[in-house]
C-alpha cells in the first residue's frame, strides 16, 4: 500500500539491507538459521510450544512505539532477549529508517457523521 | 462502570473496525463498505466513525483503542525472512520496511490523527495476531469451554496455533510457524491456478469438484510434510514467497507441468485437478490437526478462526467426521474479524468484562448483521429525492410474499434489509436472491448478473427448521461456513467421468444434477445458510413465504455485488448495483423497485473500469 518515496529514506533502507543484514545471511545459510526450510524426519512433531501461552496486560501494551526511539529501544531488546545479539545492533539503524519513512496517509478530507449514510 | 473498546484491523488487508461494550458486540464493519475499494487495507476512518455513532458515543469516550497484531514481531519475521533470502529479497525487504516501519508502526499516530485523541487510557493497545482471531471465535461462541484453532497464512510468527477457551480466558499453547503455513500453501496454489491470492481462494475451492486428486501423492511427496498430529512443514525449495512477490517458483512450476495460468486466460483440466488435490491435502490437515487439538485440550467442543477456517468444503468434513461434539467458526475470520478480536480480547483479557452468554444457547454474534442499517424513511427520502418509482409495502407478510412470488417466476433480485453483514458472506441483509429450481439459473446470474466466472456455485439459504429436507446436514449453519451434500434423493445422477475426459466446464454447469439445480454443485453438495427466525425476521419471512408458494423452502443467495465490486452497503449502492446488472427487482427495506418502471441510469464512463477484477 505504500512505497517509499524519498531518496534519502529509500538510500537509507538500502544501506541497511546490504551493509548490515546481508552480511548475516551467510551466517544464517552455514546453520544460525532463524527458521527452518523443510521437513525434518528425526522430528517427532512440529508443533512449537509458546513460551506465553496467555496475554498478559503487559502484553497489550508493550508494542506501543512513541518515536522511533523508543522503537529502537524496544527491537533491541527484543532481540537481546530471543539471542540475536547480531540482530539487535542493527536495531538502531532501523530506528533511524523508521523515522525517515514515517509517512502517514493524508487525510484529505473531513469524515462527515453521515458517510454511511447514502446521500 | 461500563468498559467500551474499539477494534481495529488495517494496514495489510481488509481493513476494519468492531466495537464492544461491557462484552457485548456493538457494531462491526469493513472499511471497503463504505469507501467502496475492494479490500481496502486502509486506516478503516469510516468504519470507526460508524461503530462510534453506532454505540452513539464519542472518540473521547473509548476506554481502549486496540490494534489486531504486534508490529514489533512482524518486523522481527520480515528481517529474519530477508536475512534468510539474502539479496533477492531486498525488493521484498524494501517493501515490508515502508509498509511496517513507515505506516504499521505508527498505527497510534493514526488513531490520534483520526479521532482527534486516544480515548480515556491515551494509547494504543495491540493483541497477538492469533490471540485476536482466537478471540473472535471463543467469545461469541455458544460454549463455555471449547478447543480453539486458529489458521491463516501468518500473523507475526503463527501460521496455525491451537489452544482453548473457558472461564479463565483464552490459552493458546502450540503454534505452527511461518514459513509453514496451510494458507499460504493453498494461496500458492491459488496464484498458481491464476486467481489473486488473498481472494481467489474461494475461487480455488469452488473449482475443486470439477478436478481428480491426481496431484496430490506429488503435493505430499514434494511439498507438505505432514505429521499424524497435524503439525505440518513446507518445503520451501518450491515457494518464491520468501524472496519474491510470487507464491511458487520454477521448480514449482516443473513440479506441475509448466507455470501457472495466466489470470482470466481459459482453465484447463490441470487447474481443476490442481485445485482437488490441494483441497484433499487440506482438509487431510485439518482434521488431523482437530484430533490434536481435542486430544490437548480435552474441550468437546470446537471454535475456529483464521482465512482457512473460511473453507467451508473443510469444514463440512470436519464436522461431519465427529471429532468435537460441536464446532463454531467467526464468520468473519479473515483479518477483518481481528478488529472484533481484538476488542474482545481487551475486553475480557485486559479490564476483566465478564463474558456475555446467550442464555438460549446460540451464539452472540446476532447473526453477524453488526453494521448498518437504514430506516424506511431513510430510503423513501433517497428514492423521493431521485425521483425512483417504487411501491411501498408495509406489512411485511405481504411484502415476502410479493417478493416470493417474483422469485418463483424467475426474477433476480436485489435485497437489501437491516444491519449489513460483517464477514465475507452475504446472508440476507446485502443479497442477490433467486429461485434454485431453474436450470440456467446458476449461469444467467453469473454471467448477466455477477459478471463472474461461469463454474461458480451459488449457495442457498432455507429455513433452520427445513434444512434436513434438503441437506444432509443436522445442525444450524447461520453463517453460511459448512458445505453439506444435497440429499441424496434429490440428486439426479451423471456421468462424471466423460466430463473428466474432456475440459467443457459449460457441459456440466447447465446439466441438472438435483431438483434444486442452481444450489447443488457438481459434486452435489451446497454451500448451506440455515435462516433462524430471531436472526433476520424479515429474509425468514421471505424463505417461508417462497415455500408456501413452491413448496421449496431454499433460495439462492449471493453476494449484492458485481465482480470485484464491494458488497453493497447504503440503498444508492444497491440501486447503482441494481441498474448496472439484469437484476429485474430491488427490495430497499420496504420500498420494491421494478426494473422496468426505472428511469434510463446514465453513468459517466464505463463502471466496469472501476472495478479491478478479483
Given at each position: 500500500m505504500s512505497s517509499i518515496d524519498g531518496g534519502k529514506a529509500r538510500a537509507r533502507v538500502k544501506k541497511l539491507f546490504f551493509r548490515k543484514l546481508l552480511p548475516l545471511s551467510d551466517m544464517a545459510r552455514r546453520?544460525?538459521?532463524?527458521?527452518?526450510m523443510g521437513a525434518d524426519p528425526s522430528a517427532a512433531t512440529y508443533y512449537v510450544a509458546r513460551n506465553a501461552t496467555r496475554m498478559s496486560r503487559g502484553d497489550f501494551e508493550a508494542p506501543v512505539c512513541a518515536d522511533e526511539n523508543e522503537f529502537g529501544k524496544k527491537l533491541a531488546a527484543l532481540w537481546e532477549r530471543s539471542g540475536n545479539p547480531e540482530l539487535a545492533k542493527c536495531a538502531p539503524e532501523m530506528a533511524a529508517c523508521a523515522g525517515l519513512l514515517y509517512a502517514p496517509e493524508e487525510i484529505d478530507d473531513e469524515v462527515s457523521p453521515f458517510i454511511y449514510v447514502m446521500f | 462502570m461500563s468498559t467500551t473498546i474499539l477494534g481495529i484491523s488495517s494496514f495489510y488487508h481488509d481493513s476494519a473496525a468492531a466495537l464492544v461494550r461491557d462484552g457485548e458486540i456493538v457494531a462491526a464493519a469493513q472499511e471497503e463498505r463504505f469507501s467502496?475499494?475492494?479490500?481496502d487495507p486502509r486506516f478503516p476512518r469510516h468504519a470507526i466513525n460508524y461503530c462510534l455513532e453506532e454505540a452513539f458515543i464519542e472518540a473521547d469516550e473509548l476506554d481502549a483503542i486496540v490494534f489486531y497484531d504486534n508490529p514489533l514481531l512482524t518486523w522481527d519475521r520480515v528481517v529474519k525472512n530477508c536475512v534468510m533470502a539474502g539479496e533477492p529479497a531486498f525488493e521484498q525487504f524494501e517493501k515490508a520496511a515502508a509498509s511496517i516501519l513507515g505506516i504499521k508502526l505508527w498505527v497510534q499516530d493514526y488513531a490520534r490523527r483520526t479521532l482527534g485523541c486516544l480515548g480515556r487510557s491515551g494509547r494504543v493497545l495491540f493483541t497477538d495476531h492469533h490471540f485476536a482471531h482466537a478471540a473472535s471465535a471463543f467469545y461469541p461462541s455458544p460454549f463455555r469451554e471449547a478447543a480453539i484453532l486458529t489458521l491463516d497464512g501468518v500473523g507475526e510468527w503463527d501460521t496455525t496455533a491451537i489452544g482453548r477457551g473457558d472461564d479463565d480466558g483464552i490459552e493458546l499453547a502450540q503454534v505452527i510457524e511461518y514459513p509453514h503455513s496451510l494458507g499460504l500453501l493453498y494461496s500458492a496454489f491459488t496464484y498458481f491456478c491464476g486467481f489473486k491470492v488473498n481472494s481467489g481462494e474461494y475461487k480455488l475451492m469452488g473449482l475443486a469438484p470439477y478436478g481428480r486428486p491426481v496431484y496430490e501423492r506429488i503435493i505430499r511427496d514434494n511439498l507438505i510434510d505432514l505429521k499424524d498430529d497435524g503439525s505440518f512443514r513446507l518445503n520451501m525449495e518450491y515457494f518464491g514467497y520468501l524472496d519474491s512477490f510470487r507464491m511458487t517458483n520454477e521448480r514449482f512450476d516443473a513440479l506441475f507441468g509448466g507455470p501457472p495460468r495466466q489470470p482470466e486466460s481459459r482453465i484447463t483440466r490441470r487447474e481443476m485437478d490442481l485445485a482437488m488435490s490441494v483441497q484433499a491435502v487440506l482438509e487431510d490437515a485439518v482434521l488431523r490437526l482437530a484430533r490434536h487439538a481435542r486430544r490437548e485440550s480435552g474441550a468437546p467442543n470446537l471454535v475456529m478462526a483464521g482465512g482457512v477456517a473460511l473453507n467451508c468444503v473443510a469444514n463440512g468434513k470436519l464436522l461431519r467426521e465427529g471429532i468435537f461434539d460441536h464446532i463454531w467458526i467467526q464468520p468473519a475470520s479473515g483479518d477483518a474479524g481481528g478488529a472484533l478480536g481484538a476488542a474482545l480480547m481487551a475486553a475480557h483479557g485486559y479490564f476483566g468484562s465478564p463474558r456475555r452468554m446467550s442464555p438460549g444457547g446460540r451464539d452472540t454474534l446476532k447473526g453477524s448483521y453488526l453494521g448498518p442499517a437504514y430506516s424506511s424513511a431513510e430510503v423513501r427520502a433517497f428514492l423521493e429525492r431521485h425521483g425512483y418509482p417504487y411501491e411501498r409495502i408495509e406489512d411485511p407478510d405481504g411484502r415476502a410474499r410479493t417478493v416470493a412470488q417474483a422469485l418463483a417466476d424467475g426474477k433476480v433480485t436485489g435485497f437489501l434489509s437491516g444491519r449489513m453483514e460483517f464477514g465475507p458472506r452475504a446472508l440476507g441483509a446485502r443479497s442477490i436472491i433467486g429461485d434454485p429450481r431453474s436450470e440456467t439459473m446458476q449461469s444467467t446470474m453469473n454471467l448477466k448478473i455477477k459478471y463472474r466466472e461461469s463454474f461458480r456455485p451459488f449457495a442457498p439459504s432455507c429455513l433452520a427448521e427445513n434444512a434436513a429436507e434438503y441437506f444432509d446436514?443436522?445442525?444450524?449453519s447461520p453463517y453460511m461456513l459448512l458445505v453439506a451434500p444435497v440429499r441424496e434423493e434429490r440428486c439426479i445422477p451423471f456421468d462424471r467421468e466423460a466430463f473428466y475426459?474432456?475440459?467443457?466446464?459449460l457441459q456440466i454447469i447447465n446439466q441438472a444434477r438435483s431438483d434444486l439445480p442452481a444450489i447443488t454443485h457438481v459434486d452435489f453438495s451446497a454451500r448451506v445458510q440455515t435462516v433462524h427466525p430471531d436472526d433476520h425476521p424479515d429474509y425468514y419471512r421471505l424463505i417461508r413465504a417462497f415455500r408456501e408458494i413452491t413448496g421449496f423452502g431454499v433460495i439462492i443467495n449471493t453476494s449484492f455485488n458485481v465482480r470485484g465490486e464491494p458488497i453493497v452497503c447504503s440503498p444508492a449502492d444497491a440501486y447503482r448495483c441494481f441498474m448496472r446488472t439484469e437484476m429485474d427487482l430491488l427490495v430497499l427495506e420496504d420500498c420494491l423497485l421494478w426494473k422496468s418502471n426505472q428511469p434510463a441510469f446514465a453513468e459517466a464512463g464505463d463502471w466496469r473500469k472501476d472495478y479491478e477484477l478479483d
Amino acid at each position: 500500500m505504500s512505497s517509499i518515496d524519498g531518496g534519502k529514506a529509500r538510500a537509507r533502507v538500502k544501506k541497511l539491507f546490504f551493509r548490515k543484514l546481508l552480511p548475516l545471511s551467510d551466517m544464517a545459510r552455514r546453520g544460525a538459521a532463524y527458521f527452518p526450510m523443510g521437513a525434518d524426519p528425526s522430528a517427532a512433531t512440529y508443533y512449537v510450544a509458546r513460551n506465553a501461552t496467555r496475554m498478559s496486560r503487559g502484553d497489550f501494551e508493550a508494542p506501543v512505539c512513541a518515536d522511533e526511539n523508543e522503537f529502537g529501544k524496544k527491537l533491541a531488546a527484543l532481540w537481546e532477549r530471543s539471542g540475536n545479539p547480531e540482530l539487535a545492533k542493527c536495531a538502531p539503524e532501523m530506528a533511524a529508517c523508521a523515522g525517515l519513512l514515517y509517512a502517514p496517509e493524508e487525510i484529505d478530507d473531513e469524515v462527515s457523521p453521515f458517510i454511511y449514510v447514502m446521500f | 462502570m461500563s468498559t467500551t473498546i474499539l477494534g481495529i484491523s488495517s494496514f495489510y488487508h481488509d481493513s476494519a473496525a468492531a466495537l464492544v461494550r461491557d462484552g457485548e458486540i456493538v457494531a462491526a464493519a469493513q472499511e471497503e463498505r463504505f469507501s467502496r475499494k475492494k479490500h481496502d487495507p486502509r486506516f478503516p476512518r469510516h468504519a470507526i466513525n460508524y461503530c462510534l455513532e453506532e454505540a452513539f458515543i464519542e472518540a473521547d469516550e473509548l476506554d481502549a483503542i486496540v490494534f489486531y497484531d504486534n508490529p514489533l514481531l512482524t518486523w522481527d519475521r520480515v528481517v529474519k525472512n530477508c536475512v534468510m533470502a539474502g539479496e533477492p529479497a531486498f525488493e521484498q525487504f524494501e517493501k515490508a520496511a515502508a509498509s511496517i516501519l513507515g505506516i504499521k508502526l505508527w498505527v497510534q499516530d493514526y488513531a490520534r490523527r483520526t479521532l482527534g485523541c486516544l480515548g480515556r487510557s491515551g494509547r494504543v493497545l495491540f493483541t497477538d495476531h492469533h490471540f485476536a482471531h482466537a478471540a473472535s471465535a471463543f467469545y461469541p461462541s455458544p460454549f463455555r469451554e471449547a478447543a480453539i484453532l486458529t489458521l491463516d497464512g501468518v500473523g507475526e510468527w503463527d501460521t496455525t496455533a491451537i489452544g482453548r477457551g473457558d472461564d479463565d480466558g483464552i490459552e493458546l499453547a502450540q503454534v505452527i510457524e511461518y514459513p509453514h503455513s496451510l494458507g499460504l500453501l493453498y494461496s500458492a496454489f491459488t496464484y498458481f491456478c491464476g486467481f489473486k491470492v488473498n481472494s481467489g481462494e474461494y475461487k480455488l475451492m469452488g473449482l475443486a469438484p470439477y478436478g481428480r486428486p491426481v496431484y496430490e501423492r506429488i503435493i505430499r511427496d514434494n511439498l507438505i510434510d505432514l505429521k499424524d498430529d497435524g503439525s505440518f512443514r513446507l518445503n520451501m525449495e518450491y515457494f518464491g514467497y520468501l524472496d519474491s512477490f510470487r507464491m511458487t517458483n520454477e521448480r514449482f512450476d516443473a513440479l506441475f507441468g509448466g507455470p501457472p495460468r495466466q489470470p482470466e486466460s481459459r482453465i484447463t483440466r490441470r487447474e481443476m485437478d490442481l485445485a482437488m488435490s490441494v483441497q484433499a491435502v487440506l482438509e487431510d490437515a485439518v482434521l488431523r490437526l482437530a484430533r490434536h487439538a481435542r486430544r490437548e485440550s480435552g474441550a468437546p467442543n470446537l471454535v475456529m478462526a483464521g482465512g482457512v477456517a473460511l473453507n467451508c468444503v473443510a469444514n463440512g468434513k470436519l464436522l461431519r467426521e465427529g471429532i468435537f461434539d460441536h464446532i463454531w467458526i467467526q464468520p468473519a475470520s479473515g483479518d477483518a474479524g481481528g478488529a472484533l478480536g481484538a476488542a474482545l480480547m481487551a475486553a475480557h483479557g485486559y479490564f476483566g468484562s465478564p463474558r456475555r452468554m446467550s442464555p438460549g444457547g446460540r451464539d452472540t454474534l446476532k447473526g453477524s448483521y453488526l453494521g448498518p442499517a437504514y430506516s424506511s424513511a431513510e430510503v423513501r427520502a433517497f428514492l423521493e429525492r431521485h425521483g425512483y418509482p417504487y411501491e411501498r409495502i408495509e406489512d411485511p407478510d405481504g411484502r415476502a410474499r410479493t417478493v416470493a412470488q417474483a422469485l418463483a417466476d424467475g426474477k433476480v433480485t436485489g435485497f437489501l434489509s437491516g444491519r449489513m453483514e460483517f464477514g465475507p458472506r452475504a446472508l440476507g441483509a446485502r443479497s442477490i436472491i433467486g429461485d434454485p429450481r431453474s436450470e440456467t439459473m446458476q449461469s444467467t446470474m453469473n454471467l448477466k448478473i455477477k459478471y463472474r466466472e461461469s463454474f461458480r456455485p451459488f449457495a442457498p439459504s432455507c429455513l433452520a427448521e427445513n434444512a434436513a429436507e434438503y441437506f444432509d446436514l443436522d445442525v444450524e449453519s447461520p453463517y453460511m461456513l459448512l458445505v453439506a451434500p444435497v440429499r441424496e434423493e434429490r440428486c439426479i445422477p451423471f456421468d462424471r467421468e466423460a466430463f473428466y475426459n474432456n475440459e467443457d466446464m459449460l457441459q456440466i454447469i447447465n446439466q441438472a444434477r438435483s431438483d434444486l439445480p442452481a444450489i447443488t454443485h457438481v459434486d452435489f453438495s451446497a454451500r448451506v445458510q440455515t435462516v433462524h427466525p430471531d436472526d433476520h425476521p424479515d429474509y425468514y419471512r421471505l424463505i417461508r413465504a417462497f415455500r408456501e408458494i413452491t413448496g421449496f423452502g431454499v433460495i439462492i443467495n449471493t453476494s449484492f455485488n458485481v465482480r470485484g465490486e464491494p458488497i453493497v452497503c447504503s440503498p444508492a449502492d444497491a440501486y447503482r448495483c441494481f441498474m448496472r446488472t439484469e437484476m429485474d427487482l430491488l427490495v430497499l427495506e420496504d420500498c420494491l423497485l421494478w426494473k422496468s418502471n426505472q428511469p434510463a441510469f446514465a453513468e459517466a464512463g464505463d463502471w466496469r473500469k472501476d472495478y479491478e477484477l478479483d
